[in-house]
């Protein structure tokens, strides 16, 4: 079976990793900062911190954001659960904007009109969680206005996007955000086998999220409340967790992110690929912003029943007998079982929703060669008659 998504491992992230293996140090040693140090040279802003991965990545920064119980976070139902989970791991509740119907990640329209709403009935968000879905950064810069206009905190999902460009900066640059996140999760642009971090511009929320990462415990004299005793002194300030990833992953992080670019540029060449052969078919691909150049995430076709003729769910199917593998990303979140049981209802999110229910992930992955490629292309042409 073709996988939708899958890794690519050279020899040279083997010997990182092995580099490590054979050092004194496999945690807490001086691979994590120097990977932290060139994901920030990378994305072109100030702060990098590495986590054990993506969702915890999002649970920090919704912390080091000062989200907490009596607040809500605003996102997408097109996104991974993380995205929403966040806000519960901190006491805040969650609500969700509509997507927009041709980019397919948050509508900047609804996110206005809610806002305005809000505003009027005193239920303004604290966070809203933009996410660039399949890659492609969302629209930063009007996201980021409705942010000064009504004082909520702008924390990006940007798992999907790292190696991506927006207005001419690298996503994670945090030019109109507070913060970033990303996954190394193996389907993601660079992998750590699980991993993740959130780069930001300002080093107070830096500086708590690395406290945060380690059990709330420090031995930075600016932090202790007591006088140190000696070099051995620590102190726990803040409850914080253990998020903390390994030397082991980061010097494969480190090593995938020198091969990033042209991760990048082969994912782009398979998406060409895919455009042309696609024109003729009933299907639709998602619209590209202006400004934005996509990480390639996901290759995503949006199957129709009316115009296609057959449904998502029977080309899924189809193409699995013809031995592609797809992915639906994404069930909205709000209509998980969990989410229902929060009081969220099928019908208020129509996009999201018909979205949901048509779109496909076919195979879009760094190692997938052009003759493999034709074979999916194939096989999408015969499940659609
Ligand atoms: C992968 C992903 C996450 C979570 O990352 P993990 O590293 O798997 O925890 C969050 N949000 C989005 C949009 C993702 O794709």
Request: hydrophobic share 40%.
């Amino acid at each position: 079976m073709i996988p939708y998504g899958h890794q690519s491992i050279s020899e040279d992230d083997i010997q990182a990793v092995v580099d490590v293996l054979r050092s004194d140090r496999l945690t807490q040693g001086p691979v994590v900062p120097r990977f932290e140090g060139a994901l920030a040279s990378y994305c072109g802003v100030d702060h990098v911190v590495a986590v054990s991965n993506g969702t915890v990545a999002l649970h920090l920064a919704c912390l080091a954001l000062g989200l907490g119980p009596g607040q809500t976070l605003w996102t997408v139902p097109t996104t991974f659960a993380a995205s929403a989970n966040c806000a519960l791991y901190c006491g805040a509740s969650v609500d969700f904007v509509d997507i927009d119907p041709d980019t397919w990640s948050m509508s900047t329209a609804a996110l206005a009109r809610k806002l305005e709403e809000a505003a009027a009935s005193d239920a303004l968000p604290a966070v809203v969680v933009p996410v660039h879905l399949a890659g492609q950064s969302c629209d930063m810069r009007a996201i980021g206005e409705l942010a000064e206009t009504y004082g909520f905190a702008v924390l990006e999902d940007a798992c999907h996007a790292l190696g991506g460009t927006h207005d001419g900066r690298p996503v994670g640059s945090c030019a109109h955000s507070d913060a970033a996140v990303f996954s190394f999760h193996p389907v993601k642009s660079i992998t750590t086998g699980e991993g993740g971090a959130i780069a930001t511009r300002d080093e107070a929320t830096a500086e708590r999220m690395r406290l945060l990462r380690s059990h709330g415990i420090t031995r930075d004299p600016a932090l202790l409340e007591a006088e140190a005793a000696g070099p051995w002194y620590y102190e726990q300030v803040e409850l914080g967790y253990n998020h903390r990833i390994t030397d082991i992953q980061a010097a494969l992080g480190a090593s995938q992110l020198l091969r990033l670019d042209g991760f990048v540029e082969r994912r782009s060449a398979l998406a060409a690929r895919y455009d042309t052969a696609l024109e003729d078919m009933p299907v639709s691909t998602q619209a590209s912003r202006e400004g934005s150049s996509s990480a390639r995430h996901i290759y995503v076709v949006r199957i129709a029943e009316q115009t296609a003729g057959v449904t998502r769910d029977a080309v899924l199917e189809g193409m699995a007998e013809r031995g592609v593998g797809s992915a639906v990303h994404y069930l909205p979140v709000h209509l998980h079982p969990y989410y229902r049981r929060l009081g969220f209802e099928e019908g208020r999110l129509p996009e999201a929703e018909r979205y949901g229910s048509e779109a496909l992930t076919i195979p879009l992955f760094v190692g997938l060669d052009d003759g493999t490629q034709d074979v999916v292309i194939a096989a999408l042409a015969d499940v659609l008659g």
